[in-house]
Structures are given as structure tokens and as C-alpha cells.
């Protein structure tokens, strides 16, 4: 292999590399205690999402999940039981970091 040839793969191989770092997603989460079901906490996230122009899947019964999604945005919702009533988390992720904050704060605003 020639040393041109040699230097044109390394190149395009860093190429690749920083291309690959540059789509890597941005992931905001946030999460709250509240004081009511799990149940009711799933409902209000669900409600939070639509409400904010997410587009989202059923509630998984046997996870307590929510998936979501709005363009490039994902959105994940998770409600758990705790002693006082039930504990939810959010994770936004996609290509604009100051979008996601945006969400991520519209969303654990409306859930909480």
C-alpha cells in the first residue's frame, strides 16, 4: 500500500470518527418525588407529553414507561412506587442540547 494511499484512509477514518462523535445525542434527565400513585403519575406524565407536542407510544403496564417522541426528540418517562407515593424519571435526548434543557424543564414542570 502506497504511503498516499496510507494517509487518504487515515484521513477519511478521522473523518468518520469525528463525524460519528458529532451525531452522538445530548441527554438531559430530571426526576421528582410526588405524592400520588404510580398510576396518576403515569397519567400526568402522558399528559405532560402530548401537551407539549410529543407524539407518544402506550404505556408500558408491565415497566411503567412512556416513550416518546417529536422530531428528533426522544423522550422517556419512568414511574416508580416509593414509600410516600411514587417517583418519577425523565431522560430527553437528540441533536440540540439547548432544546432539551427547554423540554426537559417544560416536562418536569407539567408532571410535578
Same mark, same amino acid.
Given at each position: @500500500?502506497?504511503?498516499? !494511499?496510507?494517509?487518504? $484512509? !487515515?484521513?477519511? *477514518? $478521522?473523518?468518520?470518527?469525528?463525524?460519528?462523535?458529532?451525531?452522538? %445525542?445530548?441527554?438531559?434527565?430530571?426526576?421528582?418525588?410526588?405524592? @400520588?400513585?404510580? =398510576?396518576?403519575? +403515569?397519567? /400526568?406524565?402522558? $399528559?405532560? *407529553? =402530548? !401537551?407539549?407536542?410529543? /407524539?407518544?407510544? %402506550? *404505556?408500558?403496564?408491565?415497566?411503567?414507561?412512556?416513550?416518546?417522541?417529536?422530531?428528533?426528540? /426522544?423522550?422517556? &418517562?419512568?414511574? $416508580?412506587?416509593?414509600?410516600?407515593?411514587?417517583?418519577?424519571? +425523565?431522560? &430527553?435526548?437528540? %441533536?440540540?442540547?439547548? =432544546?432539551? =434543557?427547554?423540554? /426537559?424543564?417544560? +416536562?418536569?414542570?407539567?408532571?410535578?
Amino acid at each position: @500500500m502506497s504511503h498516499k !494511499t496510507l494517509i487518504g $484512509l !487515515t484521513l477519511g *477514518i $478521522l473523518a468518520l470518527n469525528a463525524q460519528a462523535k458529532d451525531d452522538a %445525542p445530548y441527554i438531559w434527565w430530571g426526576h421528582s418525588h410526588l405524592s @400520588m400513585s404510580v =398510576e396518576s403519575c +403515569l397519567q /400526568r406524565a402522558h $399528559l405532560a *407529553i =402530548e !401537551t407539549s407536542g410529543f /407524539r407518544s407510544n %402506550p *404505556i408500558n403496564d408491565q415497566y411503567d414507561f412512556i416513550y416518546a417522541y417529536k422530531g428528533a426528540v /426522544r423522550v422517556g &418517562v419512568q414511574c $416508580l412506587e416509593n414509600m410516600k407515593g411514587s417517583f418519577f424519571y +425523565l431522560s &430527553v435526548a437528540g %441533536p440540540e442540547n439547548g =432544546e432539551l =434543557e427547554k423540554y /426537559r424543564n417544560e +416536562l418536569v414542570g407539567k408532571i410535578k
